[in-house]
């Protein structure tokens, strides 16, 4: 009987140059695999190049995820119903957590096919762990509104939600906009919540604040145009 193909969900640094934080096991299947569904293909390229892989990375099959064309599921099927083996990859961190990668794993569970998340980073989970925030019951909300009128909105239901529920509110920004939301925030947000700034985990300026908003108004920082993820509780 032929080996059943299997999805594996492979973890990228959310760093430059953090490879060693990757377990030997994640680099071990990652040297395994021959064919990918990814994020964007050249980043996917580029990071297994990293791995010191023991084949030519242009020996690789990769395919990208594209929403507006879902034939990338159907070639993705079909090499597990060859019996490959498949990778799934985004731009950083861990596929299917704010990033692309569950509609493939959707289909692979549908038809019985084994899913295998890898150990590796993942921004979301790392500032949580670090940021000393309820880890009990915690929301991600991914993007804010831009409109002010609908940032103000949200903000409140945010703020409901830490002190009627003590649930973490996490979220992120686009990084040019990093300063400005934090500004936003001290301004708008209830003097008793805590904020918690926590910027390029893993990196070499990582960065990983966290303090009442009250505290936070006698505080100066600047993020910069780096990936930071925003974190609300009490």
């Known amino acids: 009987m032929a080996k059943k193909g299997k999805v594996y969900l492979v973890p990228t640094v959310i760093s430059e140059g953090t490879n060693a934080l990757l377990p030997p096991q994640t ?11 990814v994020e964007r293909a050249r980043t996917a390229r580029r990071f297994i190049k990293t791995t010191n892989p023991p084949y030519s990375i242009d020996s690789l099959e990769i395919i990208e995820i594209d929403n507006n064309d879902p034939s990338y599921l159907e070639i993705g099927l079909k090499w597990l119903q060859n019996s490959h083996s498949v990778g799934i990859m985004s731009e950083s961190g861990m596929p299917g957590i704010a990033d692309p990668g569950e509609a493939f794993i959707k289909l692979a569970h549908k038809h019985n096919y084994e899913v295998h998340p890898l150990v590796g980073p ?113």
């Open 27 to 37: 680099i071990e299947i990652i040297h395994s695999l021959s064919y990918f569904i």
């Open 122 to 234: 993942s921004s979301i989970f790392m500032s949580l762990a670090a940021s000393g925030l309820n880890g009990q019951n915690f929301a991600f909300i991914g993007y804010l509104p831009i409109k002010e009128q609908e940032l103000k909105q949200r903000l409140k239901h945010l703020e409901s939600a830490v002190f009627k529920h003590a649930q973490t509110q996490i979220f992120i920004e686009t990084p040019y906009r990093n300063d400005r939301m934090l500004d936003y925030l001290i301004k708008h947000l209830n003097q008793n919540i805590s904020l918690c700034v926590a910027r390029d985990i893993s990196g070499e300026s990582e960065m990983i604040i966290c303090k009442r908003i009250s505290e936070w108004k006698k505080t100066k920082i600047q993020i910069g145009k780096i990936p930071t993820i925003f974190l609300l509780g009490q």
